[in-house]
């Protein structure tokens, strides 16, 4: 079924230190994420736990990290203030038999179309993210429950924390490799305020981590064609979001590891971590690009890691919260800064001025898109006008070339895609009234892409029978004979082929 990756002692101990590391930083994440969706900590709590163990353990990126996301949380805030959280549990259970579903058509594949400067955008667009979601824990709550910013000392002493980290994680792997950085940091940090009673924010003031084991329990909703109607949308928005911020997630951490995941595996993994969440009091979640840097910079790489991460977090959960809460959040704040100067791809600036300007574009675009909306909006919009850009650029390449054989056909060759970009230049390139009676379109180098080209070619060929002139299309290639003979009646034109070919017939598409 699956395996932990993991045939040496060392390995096994860098893979459980690593998701020591990053289930401290999955306490804060799933707390607010919890508070963003208006349900109870608790609730992220078991997500992040429950989705962090199944898609660890089924899904297809080993080393990758999964939990509760602000990406979906944000999706889930109206169902939960409407209809109550029962109904968003159901909603995440038919979440996750969508994107079993997916993976189940292979559907993971597609994420391939998505193009590098999209890639580019969605990276440092979610580093911009993390970074500016760190600046809530730099405000301080006051007896009426209200929050203000921090300032004088509690503000220096929290900043001084928080280089510390940095410095720390920065440092410690030029000393030693032997144990992660990250956790090191957090450790030194929580003894020296610990130690000189620093009166400084702790995980402790977000909210109590304590709770029991999670409970299995079917929804308590109608099961009826109106619950359907309320979930439904909701549910495919989140395994959209879902399974878009994972297989992005997956593709980043293939580029970093040199290796490659699986993505219709990852489709199923989530589906199943999120199905069975959906039935244990969870939220729900996705793959976390910062806490999947943090395993992957603290030494990460096969399953160990993320289900050591989930076991973690339970055992804070029943057993240790009350030594998690009095953790500084200016450690973990650190932890996350470094992941943000991690996951940034800084070169995007040095070669923003030597790619296309319509890359350049969309790289700015998605970024941008991903920090004003959420990361599926983002993405969808830069495939969009990427497609854009690339059928407009194609569209300005159809040409031809125009000359007369020995028999005194006209031979027009075409260079370029016939598609439902170009069709207008298509027509624009020939002249039935001026031509000879029997004229011949070169497709050796084109092709016919889609309806729009075979419309193109049946309205040129009325043109020419209308003028009492013959219209011949020669060497298509098999797809696109194949397209044409689909077509049936709509196309009404002569397909030749050159002798040299040793077809035995024309055939009239």
């Not at 979440?95 to 990276?123: D, E, N, S």
């Not at 959209?240 to 951490?253: D, F, K, P, R």
């Not at 790489?301 to 500084?328: D, V």
């Not at 300005?396 to 895609?417: A, F, M, T």
Request: aromatic share 8%; hydrophobic share 50%.
């Amino acid at each position: 079924m699956f395996n932990l990756g993991c045939a040496s002692r060392v390995c096994f101990k860098n893979e459980i230190l690593s998701g020591l590391t990053v289930a401290l930083a999955l306490v804060p994440e799933a707390v607010a994420f919890a508070f963003v969706a208006g349900v109870d900590p608790l609730v992220g709590l078991y997500a992040a736990f429950m989705v962090g163990l199944l898609a660890a353990s089924f899904g297809g990126r080993p080393g990758m990290i999964s939990g509760a996301t602000g990406a979906m949380a944000v999706v889930m805030v109206s169902l939960v203030a409407e209809h109550g959280v029962e109904y968003l549990f159901a909603a995440v259970v038919l979440t996750g038999l969508i994107q079993i579903g997916a993976g189940l058509l292979r559907l993971g594949k597609y994420i391939r179309i998505v193009p590098y400067p999209v890639m580019l955008g969605f990276v440092n667009g979610l580093a911009i993210v993390i970074f500016l979601a760190q600046f809530q824990n730099f405000q301080v709550s006051l007896p009426d429950g209200s929050k203000e910013w921090m300032s004088g000392s509690a503000l220096w002493i929290f900043l001084g924390l928080i280089i510390l980290t940095m410095l720390i994680i920065h440092y410690l792997p030029k000393i030693t490799g032997a144990f992660p950085a990250s956790l090191a940091a957090i450790i030194v940090v929580s003894l020296l305020v610990i130690g000189f009673d620093v009166n400084t924010n702790t995980v402790g003031d977000l909210a109590s981590i304590e709770g029991g084991l999670p409970v299995f329990s079917i929804p308590s909703v109608p099961f009826n064609l109106e619950t359907l109607s309320i979930i439904l949308p909701y549910a495919v928005i989140l395994a959209a979001v879902g399974l878009i911020e994972s297989l992005l997630t997956l593709s980043l951490i293939d580029d970093v590891t040199n290796t490659r995941g699986r993505g219709n595996r990852e489709c199923i993994g989530q589906g199943v971590a999120n199905t069975v969440t959906g039935f244990f009091g969870g939220m729900g979640g996705c793959a976390m690009i910062g806490q999947s840097m943090i395993n992957i910079n603290s030494g990460g790489r096969q399953r160990l890691s993320g289900i050591s991460a989930a076991l973690f977090l339970l055992a804070f959960i029943l057993f240790a919260s009350s030594l998690i809460e009095k953790i500084p959040m200016a450690a973990l704040v650190g932890v996350m800064f470094i992941v943000v100067l991690a996951t940034f791809e800084w070169s995007s600036l040095r070669i923003i001025g030597k790619i296309p300007r319509s890359d350049a574009f969309v790289l700015v675009l998605v970024s941008g898109v991903t920090v004003m909306t959420d990361l599926a909006i983002a993405v969808i919009v830069g495939v969009i006008v990427s497609a854009l850009v690339f059928a407009w650029e194609h569209a300005r390449h159809i040409n031809v070339k125009g000359y007369d054989d020995e028999n005194g056909s006209r031979i027009y060759e075409l260079n370029g895609p016939l598609f439902f970009g170009s069709v207008k230049s298509f027509l624009e390139l020939f002249n039935p009234d001026q031509d000879p009676d029997d004229v011949i379109i070169e497709f050796q180098n084109s092709r016919v892409a889609d309806h729009s080209a075979i419309e193109a070619i049946d309205n040129l060929a009325e043109k020419y029978i209308k003028a009492g002139k013959t219209l011949h299309l020669r060497h298509l290639s098999t797809e696109c004979r194949a397209l044409l003979k689909k077509a049936g009646d709509l196309v009404e034109v002569n397909v030749m082929e050159d002798p040299r070919y040793h077809v035995a017939d024309d055939q009239l598409a």
